[in-house]
């Protein structure tokens, strides 16, 4: 249908009031969090909220002096929020497709650009990549987060899943690498002859390699990311 009476639109585009789940998606791209207590999300990402919702950007040394120094060289990306109260919280990222995952104890990582939200109560750590800061324009960092709990992730268009075994393993782009498992360490290598093939400007020959039992999550893009201009 290509037009709408105002009580068509309203009605077909509406919040979904029956949603009680922590974490709803009220469409692919935009995230509905239940709040009844605390979670955290990425700064910027809140449209809109009802009820009674304060929001306070992360404390730098709320977390200890490590991860204050790694979130200083990593820029922007894994700045978060903390919303607190009792209401409805609506958080997006740029139209981009959500995902949400329930972690049952496991630990994934997470690249710092693509975290959304996550559950309070969950440990989480973030993890510069230092190998290949040099290398790369930005975006070199990702978040580790382990426990029980609610996790979302975003990604340009669908995300592909790719299994990784001691006899398989699997070589990404940094940019289009969105998530992968806790149980795997990734190495950065360069080949000149894979240059054409892989990515594109300065970093257009880093490859990410992804050896053991795991998976990594991928997205048909490759996010470029502009670290922050100094003052």
Do not use: C
């Not at 949603?19 to 791209?29: I, K, M």
């Amino acid at each position: 249908m290509s037009k709408y009476s105002i009580k068509q639109f309203v009605q077909q585009t509406k919040q979904e009031e029956s949603a009680r789940d922590f974490f709803e998606l009220e469409t692919d791209r935009l995230l509905e969090v239940n709040l009844n207590g605390q979670v955290w999300a990425k700064a910027g990402s809140m449209i809109s909220y009802e009820g009674n919702i304060k929001f306070e950007r992360e404390g730098m040394l709320e977390h200890g002096l490590g991860k204050f120094v790694k979130k200083a060289l990593s820029g922007e990306g894994a700045q978060l929020m903390k919303a607190n109260g009792q209401g409805k919280l609506y958080v997006a990222d740029s139209g981009k497709k959500i995902t949400i995952l329930d972690l049952e104890g496991e630990s994934i990582f997470i690249n710092g650009n693509d975290l959304l939200a996550f559950q309070d109560g969950l440990d989480w750590d973030i993890k510069l990549m230092r190998r290949v800061a040099g290398m790369m324009a930005g975006g070199l960092f990702n978040v580790r987060l382990e426990g029980q709990g609610l996790v979302a992730f975003t990604s340009h268009y669908e995300p592909l899943t790719l299994l990784v075994t001691p006899d398989t393993p699997v070589f990404t782009d940094p940019n289009a690498t969105v998530a992968w498992s806790g149980s795997l360490e990734p190495d950065f290598i360069t080949d000149v002859q894979l240059k054409s093939f892989f990515g594109r400007g300065s970093g257009e020959s880093v490859q990410m390699k992804f050896s053991g039992n795991g998976f990594v999550v991928v997205q048909p893009y490759e996010e470029i990311y502009h670290a922050p201009q100094s003052s």
